[in-house]
């Protein structure tokens, strides 16, 4: 949510223009339709990730292009690159990424030490990782080292009434952006 905050925050602002918004996700949708119009990918509706996927979702991006698109991520790995739980957010993101030009891949630094049940693409096929100033410089480098793209942001810690809550503060990812964009999800710590 941190990230789609961040955009209808630049959208209001103006700084974001001239763009179409596509999500499957309604915590997206909230945050953004009164700031730009969204179009809403539908499909069998998830409760546990507040989105939408299956057959109906695919057949929906069956005719759609877009410039870029912002996923998230259950884990991102060297070796068996960006990875989710389930079989339908896989399946998704697979069908998005192939209908992307530029694909940014949004991950808590955590998610980078963790692993998951699958793997939807390879890292080197990703455009851009964005994650947090908690991945290690020896982590970050075997990265860079690989040609990967990936940035390291600050950390915006903010009091919730739950305490006090760290919040990736997503700078660089929106300056990579220009046209359509479509964010699959939040991030989730």
């Known amino acids: 949510m941190q990230c789609v905050s961040f955009f209808a925050e630049r959208i209001k602002n103006g700084e974001l223009t001239n763009m179409s918004v596509f999500t499957n996700s309604l915590m997206n949708l909230d945050i953004l339709y009164p700031v ?4 809403m990918i539908g499909g069998l509706y998830r ?12 057949l929906a991006l069956k005719d759609l292009h877009f410039d870029y698109c912002i996923v998230g991520a ?20 697979r069908d998005l990424m192939s ?18 049940l699958l793997s939807f693409a390879p890292v080197e096929s990703v455009s851009h990782i964005v994650t947090d100033t908690g991945v290690d410089d020896a982590l970050f480098q ?8 990936i940035s390291r942001v600050q950390q915006k810690k903010s009091t919730t009434g739950n ?7 997503i700078r660089c990812a929106s300056s990579l952006m220009r046209k359509r964009l479509t964010c699959r999800s939040s991030i989730r710590s």
């Open 74 to 93: 259950d884990a991102v790995s060297l070796e068996r690159g960006i990875l989710a739980m389930d079989i339908e957010t896989v399946r998704f993101d």
């Open 99 to 116: 209908r992307s030009d530029c694909m940014i891949v949004l991950a808590h630094s955590a998610k980078l030490y963790r692993n998951s």
């Open 163 to 169: 305490g006090t809550t760290e919040k990736l503060s």
């Open 142 to 149: 075997q990265y860079q080292n690989k040609g990967i793209k």
């Open 36 to 39: 730009c119009d969204v179009n």
């Open 47 to 58: 409760d546990e990730r507040k989105d939408f996927s299956g057959y109906m979702s695919e």
